[in-house]
Nanobody, 119 residues
Framework: QVQLVESGGGLVPAGGSLRLSCAAS??????IGWYRQAPGNQRELVAA???????IYADSVKGRFTIFEDNAKNTVYLQMNSLKPQDTAVYYC???????????????WGQGTQVTVSS
């Protein structure tokens, strides 16, 4: 079974950038999704990528976030640019699959990494 470890969170001012990493071990993955959860909100899908590089994005992050993978390192990254205070959340990665173009999550989650964007 795949294990996931996130890193790269932190505190940045509005307009800044961060790159999150999701390192997978124990097995290969079919697809990885990045989710976020702000206090009082449900966890939401931000972006996902298949192992053949098909990517999807939430409307709220299109044009600002980019998901990409380094197969040699078995790692998926989330490059976040032009960050806004409303991007503040705990970000989690998930090992899932794509079904008819939609990302389907599984119960395999990383521990999460905090992203805080100051105004």
């Amino acid at each position: 079974q795949v294990q996931l470890v996130e890193s790269g969170g932190g505190l940045v001012p509005a307009g800044g950038s961060l790159r999150l990493s999701c390192a997978a071990s124990g097995s290969t993955f079919n697809a990885i999704g990045w989710y976020r959860q702000a206090p009082g909100n449900q966890r939401e899908l931000v972006a996902a990528i298949s192992n053949d590089n098909k990517a999807i994005y939430a409307d709220s992050v299109k044009g600002r976030f980019t998901i990409f993978e380094d197969n040699a390192k078995n790692t998926v990254y989330l490059q976040m640019n032009s960050l806004k205070p409303q991007d503040t959340a705990v970000y989690y990665c998930n090992a899932g699959i794509f079904v008819i173009g939609k990302y389907v999550q599984t119960n395999t989650w990383g521990q999460g990494t905090q992203v805080t964007v100051s105004s």
